[in-house]
């Protein structure tokens, strides 16, 4: 039986192509990170990325009988759901391609906008990408595709209709090498701890995994970025110096139940601090760089640097800013 060259090469190259994505993905992903994490976006640079006058674009209509995409495959994983066939050339080349969609406008049949301007954090990622060595402008030469939909924070999308969005990119194809960035999974009441939007086969680089929603070897567990410590300098403390506290617990909105009996082992404890939020401005706003406890005030993150642990307890989400 006469077997062919694509057949014979599977064994041989499978384990090093395993790692070889492994490794870029992973790079990739943290370089986004990396590149909006201590830093602040240009915005001339944001604006040069999105259309001249986004007003004068024509949007995509998003019918309500638009095909949807089949729900996440639990099941995926690296042999099952991804094409390893598109990743390097014929040249012998090992850089793995990223593509990402154009910026398109999506609106329901009613002329209301399906998506939201993407965020900044959002932003950041994709310009990271397209000034990383991995970016190219063929669709069709990408090893890794990623949608111009931004879906960091799920409270912003309408599921349908963002995965009917989904479903209509060109290359969909059940969501195969299609790369998704998500931070704050599931809403009230049951929280998720993965995207709720349908994605069939695609790859989730996501805060909040659980054990049981992680797809190891397959997804990616990204942490949940905080914009409010995004400028802030700490002055460096030494892990030699002595700290004023065992233990800090910063969190906000953590369960009445959770912070009583933080409260109660601080009582007993002097050398754990517990802080919540501050009373409100006198226009109803929150000082988020302040913790208080009664009248005295901390600033927030530096009284972290007092103390040896930060408690974090888990919130509605697994995936926490606090960390």
Sequence with gaps: MKISSKARMVPKYKTYYMVLFSVILMALVLTGLYQFWPHSLDEDNHGSRLPRDIRTMKPVVIKPDSPVPAVGDEYCLYHTCFDVYHCGDDDGSTRIKVYIYPYTKYIDENGVAVTLPHSKEFSQILDAIRTSPFYTTDMYDACLV?????????????????????????????????????MLPGSVPEYNTTLDVDRDKAILAGGGFSSWSYRRGYDVSIPVFNPLVADVNLPHKSYLETRKWLGVSAQIGIHSEYRTELNGIANEHTDLLVLSKCLPNEDGSYNYSLRCQGDEEYMYPHVLQESTFCLVIRGARLGQLSL
């Design 146 to 182: 990623v949608p111009p939909i931004d879906l960091l924070n799920q409270n912003n999308l309408r599921l349908k209709e963002t995965a009917q969005i989904l479903a209509l990119l060109p290359r969909w194809n059940d969501g195969i090498n299609h790369l998704l960035f998500n």
